[in-house]
């Protein structure tokens, strides 16, 4: 049985990274790039059979918008920040409704701010962050900045590596 002093030894705050793509312009072509291609698809007729698609070429700049999208994405690592670090954010941060655990409108720019340790920011920082990120990239980051010192689960399931193990002949 081993001593809660080799336990500490071991032990490592958790963590969890979010991809966040700082350019939404190219977001915003992708969309662009879509609509055209499916409309494209659906309205063209080729007049002989030599005919190229003209989604061909649409579909190569989606290519290319998604390549960029994903050289746009920019990782955020966040750590648990402990117990006591934790307990005064909330603190610093109480709602004025009852049925709230937080101000949420301070307190998730806070966390963010307080869990990202890659990259480092302050309060203010995060604040410029979420006037260029849009909010579901914020609601991303609070879900994982939430998750690291909320969730109970130490791996979460993964249904794709069971499946993917499964159809190798590895372990399920």
Excluded at 40 to 49: G, K, M, Q, V, Y
Excluded at 83 to 98: E, F, G, I, Q, T
Excluded at 137 to 142: D, E, P, S
Aim: charged share 25%.
């Amino acid at each position: 049985m081993a001593s809660i002093t080799d336990i500490l030894k071991q032990a490592r705050p958790r963590e969890r990274t979010v991809m966040v793509c700082i350019r939404g312009d190219l977001a915003g072509e992708a969309e662009r790039l879509t609509a055209e291609l499916a409309r494209t698809s659906e309205d063209w007729e080729p007049a002989d059979l030599t005919e190229e698609h003209p989604g061909r070429e649409l579909a190569a700049q989606l290519k290319t918008v998604r390549e960029q999208i994903k050289a746009a994405e920019v990782p955020f690592l966040l750590r648990y920040i402990g117990d006591r670090a934790y307990s005064d954010l909330l603190a610093a941060h109480p709602s004025d409704k009852d049925t709230e655990l937080f101000n949420s409108d301070t307190f998730p720019r806070a966390l963010i701010a307080a869990s990202c340790v890659d990259p480092v920011m302050s309060e203010d920082q995060a604040a410029d962050l979420f006037e260029v990120i849009t909010q579901g990239q914020i609601k991303a980051l609070f879900d994982a900045a939430w998750d690291v010192h909320n969730s109970a689960d130490v791996v979460p399931f993964s249904l794709a590596a069971s499946a993917l193990l499964a159809g190798l002949g590895g372990e399920r």
